[in-house]
C-alpha cells in the first residue's frame, strides 16, 4: 500500500522559514500530482499546493501562494514545501497526497480524490 511519509516539522519562531519533505513509500505512482495539505487546529484540512510528477508546473491556494513553494526533482519521488514568513496562523499539521486530478490554474481546487495520506508533520509558530 503506497503512504507517504511527511518530515520537517518543527517549531519556528514567527517570520522564520521551514522546509516540509515527503516521500513516498512503495511503489510510486509516476503520473498522479502531488499536493500538500495542511490542517489548522479546530479546521478542516485544506490544499495548499500541487505539482506535477515531474515537478514542471505549480500551483496554490491563494491564502499561501507568494509564501509556499512547492517543488520536486524530475527524477525523485521527494516533494518539498518550503514556506516563508511563517505566521503562527500557519500552525498545524502538514500531510502529502497524490491526486486523481490536479489542477494547475488559480483559484481551482488544487487536488481532487486524495490518497495515499501520511501521518503529517507537525508545524508550530510561535514565539
Known amino acids: 500500500q503506497v503512504q507517504f511519509v511527511e518530515s520537517g516539522g518543527d517549531w519556528v519562531q514567527p517570520g522564520g522559514t521551514l522546509t516540509l519533505s515527503c516521500s513516498a513509500s512503495?511503489?510510486?505512482?509516476?503520473?498522479?500530482?502531488i499536493a500538500w495539505f495542511r490542517q489548522l487546529p479546530g479546521k478542516d484540512r485544506e490544499g495548499v499546493s500541487v505539482?506535477?510528477?515531474?515537478?514542471?508546473?505549480?500551483n496554490y491556494a491563494n491564502a499561501v501562494r507568494g509564501r509556499f513553494r512547492t517543488s520536486k526533482y524530475n527524477t525523485g519521488n521527494t516533494v518539498y514545501l518550503r514556506i516563508s514568513a511563517l505566521r503562527p496562523e500557519d500552525t498545524g499539521r502538514y500531510f502529502c497526497?497524490?491526486?486523481?486530478?490536479?489542477?494547475?490554474?488559480?483559484?481551482?481546487?488544487?487536488?481532487?480524490?486524495?490518497?495515499?495520506w501520511g501521518q503529517g508533520t507537525q508545524v508550530t509558530v510561535s514565539s
Open positions: 497526497a497524490y491526486c486523481a486530478v490536479g489542477a494547475f490554474t488559480p483559484g481551482e481546487e488544487l487536488c481532487t480524490r486524495p490518497w495515499a
Open positions: 512503495g511503489p510510486v505512482e509516476k503520473f498522479a500530482a
Open positions: 505539482i506535477t510528477p515531474n515537478g514542471s508546473r505549480t
